[in-house]
């Protein structure tokens, strides 16, 4: 209907702001990952040019799939999830509009400052300290806008999706405060020791403290709508949203048993890396069975279907994360290239499929038009899937190649070649994520401006 066409044009605006930030910067982090991946099957790829040589653009790349293209698509989901479930407008549009300037301005101060060479030099925590902190302050009037609309909701019972989105803006908040030391604004850093136990603390909750709730989150909402049934277990889910804030917490030390830091804080990482088969098969056990003979209706909710795909991607990094925590494991598996496929099906396969899920959910609602195009979205969609597969695939043999060489003693210059094709194979499966991105960029951008569907 026209009419509600009309109203929709003064609401959900922060959410199709966060929606048009996250399809852009997709693209761009793209981009700056293949030219990385350029660099490591030619490593004077462009080495004449300094503000684009990998040690620069690598940490570019992070923080932008990070920052720029993940966090901005969950964000614009929570926009549309919170205020929905609790029956209210979100509180302030302005703020959200605010919140949305202040966080592209710190990514495009950060990228800018660390083409030039000014990194704090720290894994996920790169990025200069006037760029954190209007990261900082893009999260504080994010959680600020959030918790005024929970104030002022009409729907007294609080839905497990808002408990997430709650939960990971405030706590990141945090726990970006300390994995970025901003108290020493001229480093940005601790020393020796101290400097790692923090950092990692910080390295690994960026993701379960930030990407997984709010992954978490979308998912809650979504799959019961596209299945229409409910929930199977509410009590399931703050089951899992409790034991996923205890436990996941200590698990960021696995990333140093090499590594001379306190024994007992070694126990408790590898013990909390096991135990989270509890908040992760809690949550699969509840959207599975709630999915459970509607794979159908799944299938066609384009939403749904990257998001249901995400929860599979999500059992398969979180087994796999257990296991490298153990150290036997870890003898072959860290420092190489198996922590990068690692990496890249918790972050691409799980966060990123169900952030991509929830912009075409929620894009036919703030837009009150259908999507652009429903061919192009799967056509993403498969090709995000085949990308992960790949890259899963081709990074696990040459993580196992290079960690049985250096466990066995070979040289690194004689293990270089033998890996040398799967990084080859890295750019060819690279260029399906490329194509990816600017796909859904085109299909995101026609929906929000350029959409000739009629109104619904």
Known sequence: MMANSDSLKDTYITAKAFCLTSAIW?????????????????????????????????????????????TPGLLASAFYIVPKVLRTRIYSEKLGIASVIVWN??????????????????????????????????????????????????EPILFVSVWYALAAVVLTAVTYCLGNVVWRPDTGALVGIPDAILLWFYGHNVFGLLLTPLSLAVAYYVI???????????????????????????????????????????VISIVDSIAMVIPVMVFLINIWYTARGRLGEIHANIGAKFIFTGTIF????????????????QRVTHFNNWVVGHAHVGVLGFSAMIALGGLYFILPRIT?????????????????????????????????????????????????????????????????????????????????????????
Do not use: C
């Open 368 to 456: 009150g038009k259908p999507l652009y195009s429903r061919f192009l979205a799967d056509f993403q969609y498969w090709l995000v899937m085949l990308g992960v597969i790949g890259f899963t695939v081709v990074l696990t043999i040459a993580g196992l190649i290079q960690g049985n060489a250096w466990l066995n003693g070979e040289t690194l210059y004689r293990t270089l070649p033998q890996i040398h094709m799967y990084y080859v194979l890295r750019v060819a499966i690279g260029f399906l994520i490329l194509s990816a991105a600017y796909i859904g960029l085109y299909n995101i951008v026609r929906t929000l401006f350029f959409n000739p569907g009629a109104e619904t």
């Open 26 to 70: 997709f693209a761009f982090a793209t981009t700056i990952g293949m030219m990385a991946a350029g660099y490591l099957i030619a490593p004077d790829f462009m080495a004449n040019i300094g503000w684009l040589v990998f040690s620069r653009i690598r940490p570019i790349h992070v923080n932008l799939v990070l920052l720029g293209f993940v």
């Open 314 to 329: 999500y059992f398969i990094v979180s087994i796999q994360g257990s296991m490298m925590a153990l150290p036997q494991v």
């Open 105 to 154: 301005l710190a990514i495009l101060i950060g990228i800018i400052a660390l083409s030039a060479g000014h990194t704090q030099g720290r894994e996920y925590a790169e990025l200069i300290w006037p760029a954190d902190m209007l990261v900082i302050l893009a999260f504080a009037l994010v959680f600020v806008n959030l918790v005024m609309t929970v104030r002022t909701r009409k």
């Open 224 to 266: 019961p709508l596209a299945t229409r049934k409910p929930l199977y277990s509410h009590t399931l889910s703050l089951v899992g949203f409790w034991s996923l804030l205890v436990v996941y917490t200590h698990i960021g030390t696995h990333h140093l048993l090499q590594v001379p830091v306190p024994t007992w804080l070694k």
